[in-house]
């Protein structure tokens, strides 16, 4: 039975992503073997008062984001420096 992983991964910037993850042997397009997700920029929630007004903005975190599903396949073992384990992940795949 085929089974997808989902991996997490960030990058330096958006140019890192795509030679790391295309000298890893991965597409950066879909294939019925695996689905990427260019996350990139990830900002952290603002926090806002009762009338909805901004106390404190929202602020970018460092990196670009990228999220990788690969069928039947662990992630390329040139990829795992960029790997991580987000409790909550910014973006899921359906």
Do not use: C
């Not at 295309?22 to 597409?27: L, P, T």
């Not at 599903?69 to 973006?91: E, I, K, S």
């Amino acid at each position: 039975m085929d089974e997808f992983v989902n991996h997490y991964l960030k990058f330096p910037d958006e140019a890192a992503a795509a030679s790391a993850l295309v000298g890893a042997g991965i597409a950066l397009t879909p294939t019925p073997d695996q689905d990427i997700s260019f996350v990139g920029t990830v900002w952290d929630t603002a926090v806002l008062d009762s009338n909805g007004d901004v106390i404190v903005p929202a602020t970018a975190m460092t990196g670009w984001h990228v999220n990788l599903r690969l069928r039947n396949a662990d992630l390329p073992t040139a990829l795992a420096p960029f790997r991580l384990f987000p409790a909550t992940p910014f973006r899921r795949f359906a």
